[in-house]
């Protein structure tokens, strides 16, 4: 089945942008790994029209309104997305197909502030492991998405240590890859990376590829090359799409206000964006 939308996040904006489309008689659905930045939110007093109430309070009752409408809902983490003709989103278990796409994944980086400012990181297993094929590389990271991104990195480079930095591995990996569970105490390099410290024991490097936590709105971006400002926030233009076309995005993983308000907003007018493009291309 090819969905005409597949909208990435159950935040203010995903759902926002979800019940939006379905009102404009469209069938968009709804993958996200959890309930994002509203889960951390103890108490919103600058919402219009709710005087006092807690992010997950919040969280539910957005979803709720988005399941009475029918609105399927997926509780996975997107991987990875492709396009030939039509996207896929790779996720932890599954794929889905679609003719468009809205990232509406918060603001999580996941980046690896240990090595900032330094060259040879890497937030792209298949846009940058090429340059790497006959080196010596750290992957840093402990879940699904390290596990995805080694599974790419596997095929092209024999020389890969994993560092968890301190955290449990938490999925199975090819047993004569070396798996360093100690917290990372430096990395070291002048204007490059040359090598990581950690548990006492420099290790020597010619890159880093960073998968740490979960795959992010910043990591799905990288992956597919859309372009990013110099805040790594996702760049659309008026019409919420990003240099990909059918490729849209909203909501605080553009960057601005990191807002509620501004996530709503920008999920109801990237729906209606969405729902030109789409009976414009007839889909
Ligand atoms: C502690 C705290 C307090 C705050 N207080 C306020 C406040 O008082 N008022 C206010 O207006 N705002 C507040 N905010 C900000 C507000 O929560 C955000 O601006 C808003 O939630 C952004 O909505 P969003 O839909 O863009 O992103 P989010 O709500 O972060 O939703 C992102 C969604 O994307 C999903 N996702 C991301 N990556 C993937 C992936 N790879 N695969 C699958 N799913 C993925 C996540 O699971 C989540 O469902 C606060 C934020 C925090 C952290």
């Given at each position: 089945?090819i ?6 996040g ?20 709804v ?9 951390r ?5 600058n919402?219009?029209g709710i ?8 969280l ?10 029918d609105?399927?809902m ?11 003709g039509?996207?896929t989103?790779?996720?932890?278990k599954n794929?889905?197909q679609?003719q468009?796409?809205?990232?509406a ?9 240990k ?10 297993a ?5 340059f790497?094929r006959?080196?010596k590389?750290?992957l840093?990271g ?19 240590m ?9 999925v ?7 798996v ?11 204007t490059r990376i ?6 006492g024991?420099q ?5 880093c ?5 979960n ?5 799905l971006?990288?992956h597919?090359g ?10 659309v ?8 076309e059918g ?5 605080d ?9 501004k996530?709503?907003?920008?999920g ?12 414009k291309?007839?889909?």
């Amino acid at each position: 089945m090819i969905y005409d939308t597949i909208i990435v996040g159950k935040g203010p904006a995903g759902i926002t942008a979800a019940i939006y489309l379905k009102r404009y008689g469209h069938h968009p659905l709804v993958i996200a790994k959890d309930g994002g930045a509203l889960q951390r939110v103890k108490e919103i007093e600058n919402y219009y029209g709710i005087p006092s109430i807690t992010g997950p309070e919040l969280l539910e009752q957005g979803i709720h309104q988005a399941k009475a409408l029918d609105i399927p809902m997926i509780e996975e983490e997107v991987l990875d997305i492709s396009y030939e003709g039509v996207y896929t989103l790779h996720t932890n278990k599954n794929q889905y197909q679609a003719q468009t796409i809205i990232l509406a994944c918060g603001t999580s980086r996941n980046l690896f502030y240990k090595a900032r400012g330094l060259d040879g990181i890497s937030y792209c297993a298949t846009c940058d492991g090429f340059f790497y094929r006959k080196k010596k590389v750290a992957l840093i990271g402990n879940g699904s998405y390290m596990a995805h991104e080694l599974s790419v990195l596997h095929h092209i480079i024999k020389d890969i240590m994993v560092f968890t930095d301190g955290l449990p591995l938490e999925v199975e990996i090819p047993e004569h890859i070396p798996v360093i569970l100690d917290k990372i105490d430096h990395v070291h390099g002048e204007t490059r990376i040359t090598s990581i410290e950690a548990g006492g024991i420099q290790h020597e490097v010619d890159g880093c590829f960073v998968a740490i936590g979960n795959a992010s709105g910043f990591t799905l971006a990288k992956h597919l090359g859309i372009a990013l400002d110099n805040k790594n926030c996702i760049i659309v233009d008026e019409n919420f799409m990003t240099n990909l076309e059918g490729l849209f995005s909203c909501g605080d993983s553009i960057g601005g206000l990191l807002q509620i308000s501004k996530a709503v907003g920008e999920g109801a007018k990237c729906a209606t964006a969405v729902s030109n493009y789409l009976k414009k291309h007839n889909f």
